[in-house]
């Protein structure tokens, strides 16, 4: 299990370099479109069983956290929220 936990964290981490690499090469610096980009591609990933439910539910709750950070104003808390890849799981 923890061997599969360090490869979801491996793979999250060669997405989130090579999408960080894109936008210093393209000059993207919107981060928040990188993010949805990667939770995007982690769901294929889940799709196609690379990634287990737990993996993916990890790594989801790390960028929906990200994300909504950068969409709300400063001092209102994130909440939590469930999408519905989370219920098929």
């Known amino acids: 299990m923890t061997q599969w936990l360090i490869l979801a964290v491996v793979v999250a981490l060669l997405i989130g370099l090579s999408l960080w690499i894109k936008s210093i090469l393209t000059g993207d610096d ?19 069983g690379e990634l287990s439910p737990e993996e993916f539910r990890s790594i989801k709750g790390q960028l929906t956290t990200r994300i909504h950070r950068q969409e709300l104003p400063l001092g209102v808390p994130a909440a939590s929220s469930k999408s519905p890849e989370d219920e098929t799981s």
Do not use: F, G, P, Y
């Open 30 to 48: 919107d981060t928040a479109n990188t993010d949805h980009e990667m939770l995007s591609q982690i769901l294929e990933l889940k799709r196609r």
